[in-house]
T-cell receptor, first 111, second 115 residues
Framework: KQEVTQIPAALSVPEGENLVLNCSFTDSAIYNLQWFRQDPGKGLTSLLLIQSSQREQTSGRLNASLDKSSGRSTLYIAASQPGDSATYLCAVEGNTDKLIFGTGTRLQVFP | DARVTQTPRHKVTEMGQEVTMRCQPILGHNTVFWYRQTMMQGLELLAYFRNRAPLDDSGMPKDRFSAEMPDATLATLKIQPSEPRDSAVYFC?????????????FGNGTRLTVT
């Protein structure tokens, strides 16, 4: 059974810092891995999707990497801003259409 | 900007009452998911449909929960009878076929409180 873990559970940093959020999964047989952002009281917004054949994806200040064989992904946020404050979740999709989510990292960036 | 629409946004009900949550997926998406989010369990998959056919509802307590897609523009999740432990935020999400380079799109959720 696939299990997804995210570390740290919470992070509080001053703005301007570069951040690394970690995601690990137990079954490496995945189709893709997605990173989502969730703001309070809102649904999830997809940030980046990495297919199993890819190593990384970039969007603006965000860079996500995937090491399928070791069951790890990292989300790198460059030059963090207060507007980046949210919960970040990773999710993996296996061969059953299902997205299995981690419990998230709650990020606070203060001015 | 296409989005997944869920109604109601909030629902407060008494134990034993029936609750129906609705979802309008993004037009053209052929996969619809229902997730439940709680502080303790995080996001749990309850059920999902592809081309309106239910593919997996193993995450749902079948004695009280039911999920349907009467047409391509509407998915419903029903709880009857509701219990306090059902209190959570229920999310609907839609997307395209598995394995493609297509992210999942979530609605803003229905926050359910059962007293």
């Amino acid at each position: 059974k696939q299990e997804v873990t995210q570390i740290p559970a919470a992070l509080s940093v001053p703005e301007g810092e570069n951040l690394v959020l970690n995601c690990s999964f137990t079954d490496s047989a995945i189709y893709n891995l997605q990173w989502f952002r969730q703001d309070p009281g809102k649904g999830l917004t997809s940030l980046l999707l990495i297919q199993s054949s890819q190593r990384e994806q970039t969007s603006g200040r965000l860079n996500a990497s995937l090491d399928k064989s070791s069951g790890r992904s990292t989300l790198y946020i460059a030059a963090s801003q207060p507007g980046d404050s949210a919960t970040y979740l990773c999710a993996v999709e296996g061969n059953t259409d299902k997205l299995i989510f981690g419990t998230g990292t709650r990020l606070q960036v203060f001015p | 900007d296409a989005r997944v629409t869920q109604t109601p946004r909030h629902k407060v009900t008494e134990m034993g009452q029936e609750v129906t949550m609705r979802c309008q997926p993004i037009l053209g998406h052929n996969t619809v998911f229902w997730y439940r989010q709680t502080m303790m369990q995080g996001l749990e998959l309850l059920a999902y449909f592809r081309n309106r056919a239910p593919l997996d509802d193993s995450g749902m307590p079948k004695d009280r929960f039911s999920a349907e897609m009467p047409d391509a523009t509407l998915a419903t999740l029903k709880i009857q009878p509701s219990e306090p432990r059902d209190s959570a935020v229920y999310f609907c999400a839609s997307g395209l076929v598995q394995g493609w380079d297509s992210p999942l799109h979530f609605g803003n959720g229905t926050r359910l409180t059962v007293t």
